[in-house]
């Protein structure tokens, strides 16, 4: 488990972007979760992924430990068909050719999860500098399903924008659990273009979506910020644009 440790100094950030501007970044494979065929030149997704401890895969499950409000720290898992993602483009994600799934934090803004909105979901999911918005913000947004008691699940129809201009239609399902003790939702989403989704996409996503669990939460003193991340503290990757405008101008 990682050691709860101070924020950075300003002196330490501004080491870690300097390391961060030689770190190559990952190429992303065909087929991937969202449009576009490389993370060359794409920003980097806002997920609101805090991660207190390396993601790890053993056989087909996947679990990791992220900082969350309210002081709770808890460590999701989920069965994935695909092997996990590496690299600083991707919080916690399996993804193949065939298929994917990733896990974004999306807050409740004061509801209960039973209680939210199934378009609170599906707005953040598929926001511009979401997972899905490499070439633009999804369009055609259709919730066909909402299950609101128990796990919140929802399905639903979007489109995105390909690389070189064509429209590609998806279909996905997530499945959202709420830790105790924290106003966050912790979301799964898995989906794929229509036509793989119809060829046993959707099979592997409602598997994957279905197993998805918070297997203990706990206290922490961790915040939930960018430069608590462990990732941030190895790489020093995860500043947005924004942040490294406030490092340049000597505000953090």
Same mark, same amino acid.
């Given at each position: 488990?990682?050691?709860?440790?101070?924020?950075?100094?300003?002196?330490? =950030?501004?080491?870690?972007?300097?390391?961060?501007?030689?770190?190559?970044?990952?190429?992303?494979?065909?087929?991937?979760?969202?449009?576009?065929?490389?993370?060359?030149?794409?920003?980097?997704?806002?997920?609101?992924?805090?991660?207190?401890?390396?993601?790890?895969?053993? +056989?087909?499950?996947?679990?990791?430990?992220?900082?969350?409000?309210?002081?709770?720290?808890?460590?999701?898992?989920?069965?994935?068909?695909?092997?996990?993602?590496? +690299?600083?483009?991707?919080?916690?994600?399996?993804?193949?050719?065939? +298929?994917?799934?990733?896990?974004?934090?999306?807050?409740?803004?004061?509801?209960?999860?039973?209680?939210?909105?199934?378009?609170?979901?599906?707005?953040?999911?598929?926001?511009?500098?979401?997972?899905?918005?490499?070439?633009?913000?999804?369009?055609?947004? *259709?919730?066909?399903?909402?299950?609101?008691?128990?796990?919140?699940?929802?399905?639903?129809?979007?489109?995105?924008?390909?690389?070189? +201009?064509?429209?590609?239609?998806?279909?996905?399902?997530?499945?959202?659990?709420?830790?105790?003790?924290?106003?966050?939702?912790?979301?799964? =989403?898995?989906?794929?273009? =229509?036509?793989?989704?119809?060829?046993?996409?959707?099979?592997?996503?409602?598997?994957?979506?279905?197993?998805?669990?918070?297997?203990?939460?706990?206290?922490?003193?961790? *915040?939930?910020?960018?430069?608590?991340?462990?990732?941030?503290?190895?790489?020093?990757?995860?500043?947005?644009?924004?942040?490294?405008?406030?490092?340049?101008?000597?505000?953090?």
């Amino acid at each position: 488990m990682r050691v709860e440790t101070a924020q950075l100094s300003r002196a330490s =950030v501004l080491r870690l972007l300097s390391l961060a501007s030689v770190a190559p970044l990952i190429p992303q494979h065909a087929g991937a979760v969202g449009a576009g065929t490389s993370v060359t030149g794409k920003s980097r997704p806002e997920l609101g992924c805090v991660l207190i401890d390396e993601v790890q895969q053993t +056989g087909k499950t996947v679990t990791a430990e992220l900082a969350l409000s309210g002081g709770v720290a808890a460590t999701a898992t989920f069965d994935s068909p695909w092997p996990l993602a590496r +690299g600083l483009y991707y919080d916690v994600e399996a993804k193949s050719e065939k +298929g994917s799934a990733f896990l974004q934090v999306v807050p409740l803004q004061g509801e209960t999860l039973e209680s939210a909105s199934k378009k609170l979901f599906t707005k953040n999911v598929l926001k511009v500098d979401g997972r899905f918005g490499s070439y633009g913000a999804p369009t055609d947004i *259709k919730i066909t399903a909402d299950t609101a008691t128990g796990p919140r699940r929802i399905d639903f129809g979007f489109t995105t924008t390909a690389p070189g +201009g064509a429209d590609v239609s998806w279909k996905a399902t997530l499945t959202a659990l709420q830790p105790q003790g924290s106003p966050d939702a912790l979301v799964i =989403v898995s989906g794929a273009p =229509v036509g793989r989704w119809k060829d046993g996409g959707e099979v592997l996503a409602r598997s994957t979506t279905g197993s998805f669990r918070i297997a203990q939460t706990r206290p922490t003193s961790i *915040k939930p910020v960018p430069s608590s991340d462990v990732r941030f503290e190895r790489l020093g990757g995860l500043l947005s644009d924004e942040q490294r405008k406030q490092v340049a101008d000597n505000k953090i």
